[in-house]
């Protein structure tokens, strides 16, 4: 599977996405547009190993629900990111059987690093 799940209106979603020259075989998902739904997010989860890998913890509704004084698990985590396509970190690149997942340096590097391995 080649996908990438982003946010159109976020510009480190489109910086990133230029910058990884993503090919016409990838599946574009602007999570806004079209929720993750619950099928898509256990595959995330298979490759991840955690619903917690996947949440953003820099989401505004993260703060302002108070979430950070909560103890939450693996089924809040599930549950959040259901719930609001802000609570998904992003962006998440899957290649095949490999997952990127946050916009730090050494995650788009590693991703891109990978995209030109498959090329060859």
Request: hydrophobic share 20%; charged share 40%; with cysteine.
């Given at each position: 599977m080649k996908k990438f799940y982003f946010l159109?209106?976020?510009?480190?979603c489109q910086r990133i996405s230029g910058h990884l020259e993503l090919s016409a075989e990838f599946e574009l998902q602007d999570i806004k547009k079209t929720p993750i739904s619950s099928k898509q997010l256990e595959q995330l989860k298979e490759l991840s190993g955690s619903y917690e890998t996947l949440f953003s913890k820099r989401a505004?509704?993260?703060?302002?629900?108070?979430?950070?004084?909560?103890?939450?698990?693996?089924?809040?985590f599930k549950n959040y990111i259901l719930e609001d396509y802000t609570f998904l970190k992003r962006p998440v690149l899957v290649l095949n059987d490999q997952l990127f997942i946050g916009n730090s340096s050494k995650v788009i590097n590693s991703a891109k690093t990978a995209l030109l391995n498959e090329k060859k």
């Open positions: 159109s209106t976020c510009t480190t505004k509704l993260y703060k302002d629900l108070g979430l950070k004084e909560k103890s939450l698990e693996e089924h809040d």
